[in-house]
Structure formats: structure tokens, C-alpha cells
């Protein structure tokens, strides 16, 4: 097992993760409730956004044994009454920030590895700039897939909030009955191979034009 390579893992899926969630954060203190900022929320620091088991112990689980686990980090509160008028669409434009988020950040990233020329370094696969490459393109590899991840259509992911959204009067009622089953209704995706069949195609797409 290499450990270098775990922790380094771990550190860009902290970063990544951080990012999403201050996105959130970020979103629904501009589009009126302050609740994650007055609970310290709208921060970069990773320490704020860290659940102890869906941050580092599954997702290193997960990196070690290729296991299926989902990680996650503690989610941003929001207060729908806060948002006045057309709360429905402010929900769904704080939800859509944190795939955003990481768009934007696999962009950025991206284009560091273009321009920085540690890319074109023939390095021992051991030293640090090859390190640093390796943790570059994990980050965008990463955050492309943590976004399309989060957009699929299934309660509690972001892309199931968007949906909520969009839905009205009985289908949106009966969307929200599937909330408690979320968690299962993923899983059955994942060892089905579904999400993979979902996520993967716009993934190799979004790839293959950012490195």
C-alpha cells in the first residue's frame, strides 16, 4: 500500500470537499439566510465542514480497499424560510453551488497543470514534484467526479435537491417520500453498476478536455 499516495488522497478529497460545502454556505448567505455563516460555516477551513466517519474514515477505507463507500462531509443548513420569495429556486441555485464549486476548482487546478512546468519533468516516481503532479491530476479527476456525483437526481445528492426544485404540488410530494430511502436507493445504483453507467460518459468528456 502506498501511504504517500492515501494521504495525499485524503488531503485533496478534504480540499475538495471544503470547497463544496463553503460553496453552499457561500450561496445561501448571499440569496438571504445567514444560518451557515453565523454557525461558522462559510469558511475555508476544513476543520468546519469535517465529519470524523463520511470525511476520513470511509473514504480512506474506501482508497485502501476499493470498497464502494461514500464519503461525505457535514452539510451546510439552510433555512428555507430565510429566503423569502421563490424559495424553491434559491434552493436549487444553493444546492447546484457545491457541484459548481468543484467544476470550477477541476478547471483552475486544470490549467495549473498546463501552464506550471513540473508537468514536463521526466521525475523519479518517488520524488516530490512527481508527487505533486500525481495530487494535481487526482484534484481534477476528483472534483469532476465529485460533481457529477452530486448531480444525480437522487435524494439527499445536490442534483436530487435541484430536482426537488423543479417538481410541484403531488410529484413533489412523492419525490420527498424517497428521501429516507436515498442512501439505499444510491447503493443499489453503485452495485448495480447504473451510476457508473450515468457518471462515467460525461466524465471521460469533461477529462479529456481538462488534462
Given at each position: 500500500?502506498?501511504?504517500v499516495?492515501?494521504?495525499?488522497?485524503?488531503?485533496?478529497?478534504?480540499?475538495?470537499?471544503?470547497?463544496?460545502e463553503?460553496?453552499?454556505?457561500?450561496s445561501?448567505?448571499?440569496?438571504?439566510?445567514p444560518?451557515?455563516?453565523?454557525?461558522?460555516?462559510?469558511s475555508?477551513?476544513?476543520?468546519?465542514?469535517?465529519?470524523?466517519?463520511?470525511?476520513?474514515?470511509?473514504?480512506?477505507?474506501a482508497?485502501?480497499?476499493?470498497?464502494?463507500?461514500?464519503?461525505?462531509?457535514?452539510?451546510v443548513?439552510?433555512?428555507?424560510?430565510?429566503?423569502?420569495?421563490n424559495?424553491?429556486?434559491?434552493?436549487?441555485?444553493?444546492?447546484?453551488?457545491?457541484?459548481a464549486s468543484?467544476?470550477?476548482?477541476?478547471?483552475?487546478v486544470?490549467i495549473?497543470?498546463?501552464?506550471?512546468?513540473?508537468?514536463?519533468?521526466?521525475?523519479d516516481?518517488?520524488?516530490?514534484?512527481?508527487?505533486?503532479?500525481?495530487?494535481?491530476?487526482l484534484?481534477?479527476?476528483?472534483?469532476?467526479?465529485?460533481a457529477?456525483?452530486?448531480?444525480?437526481?437522487?435524494?439527499?445528492?445536490?442534483?436530487?435537491?435541484?430536482?426537488?426544485?423543479?417538481?410541484?404540488?403531488?410529484m413533489?410530494?412523492?419525490?420527498d417520500?424517497l428521501?429516507?430511502?436515498?442512501?439505499l436507493?444510491?447503493?443499489?445504483?453503485?452495485?448495480?453498476?447504473?451510476?457508473?453507467?450515468?457518471?462515467?460518459?460525461p466524465?471521460?468528456l469533461?477529462?479529456?478536455?481538462?488534462?
Amino acid at each position: 500500500m502506498d501511504f504517500v499516495q492515501l494521504l495525499l488522497g485524503l488531503v485533496v478529497l478534504l480540499v475538495s470537499l471544503t470547497v463544496h460545502e463553503a460553496a453552499h454556505a457561500w450561496s445561501a448567505d448571499r440569496l438571504g439566510d445567514p444560518t451557515a455563516r453565523t454557525l461558522g460555516r462559510l469558511s475555508l477551513n476544513p476543520a468546519v465542514h469535517v465529519d470524523p466517519i463520511g470525511t476520513i474514515l470511509f473514504p480512506l477505507i474506501a482508497m485502501a480497499t476499493n470498497l464502494p463507500l461514500i464519503g461525505w462531509a457535514k452539510p451546510v443548513p439552510v433555512n428555507p424560510a430565510r429566503l423569502g420569495r421563490n424559495w424553491r429556486q434559491k434552493f436549487m441555485v444553493i444546492a447546484a453551488a457545491g457541484p459548481a464549486s468543484n467544476l470550477v476548482l477541476a478547471a483552475c487546478v486544470a490549467i495549473v497543470l498546463r501552464i506550471a512546468p513540473i508537468g514536463d519533468v521526466n521525475v523519479d516516481a518517488t520524488s516530490i514534484a512527481w508527487r505533486l503532479v500525481q495530487a494535481l491530476a487526482l484534484a481534477v479527476q476528483l472534483n469532476v467526479f465529485l460533481a457529477l456525483f452530486n448531480m444525480v437526481p437522487v435524494p439527499p445528492l445536490d442534483g436530487g435537491n435541484v430536482l426537488a426544485g423543479l417538481l410541484t404540488g403531488q410529484m413533489a410530494r412523492a419525490f420527498d417520500q424517497l428521501r429516507p430511502w436515498g442512501f439505499l436507493i444510491l447503493y443499489g445504483l453503485m452495485l448495480t453498476g447504473v451510476l457508473w453507467t450515468i457518471i462515467n460518459p460525461p466524465a471521460s468528456l469533461l477529462l479529456s478536455w481538462l488534462l
